[in-house]
Nanobody, 123 residues
Framework: QVQLVESGGGLVQAGGSLRLSCAAS????????MGWFRQAPGKEREFVAA????????NYADSVKGRFTISRDNAKNTVYLQMNSLKPEDTAVYYC????????????????WGQGTQVTVSS
């Protein structure tokens, strides 16, 4: 079993920044793909970003490219999402997730999920 705990959400004005963290415990972090997803009210959960085990391969949704950066510290079993130039449409509950597969876009590919952290961007 893996437990994921997100933190760092909050209320920010448009154009501001937030840094989300996701700490993993339990089963090994080794060889895992870590992803961030978000879900706005009335919408489906959508892919935001993902990082391979060594961090050498990162992927982003088109809507966040150039503004969000995913990184991970495997020694700390933690993955981060730096969010800059935030927009009101970024408002959502953000979830981190873990899988041991190379599929990083589909939520169904992920085995473990955190409880989510709310990000609200005011205009």
């Amino acid at each position: 079993q893996v437990q994921l705990v997100e933190s760092g959400g909050g209320l920010v004005q448009a154009g501001g920044s937030l840094r989300l963290s996701c700490a993993a415990s339990g089963r090994t972090f080794f060889s895992s793909t870590m992803g961030w997803f978000r879900q706005a009210p009335g919408k489906e959960r959508e892919f935001v970003a993902a990082s391979s085990w060594r961090g050498g391969s990162t992927n982003y949704a088109d809507s966040v490219k150039g503004r969000f950066t995913i990184s991970r510290d495997n020694a700390k079993n933690t993955v981060y999402l730096q969010m800059n130039s935030l927009k009101p449409e970024d408002t959502a509950v953000y979830y981190c997730a873990l899988n041991y597969d190379s599929d990083y876009v589909r939520p169904e590919a992920y085995d473990y999920w955190g409880q989510g952290t709310q990000v609200t961007v005011s205009s």
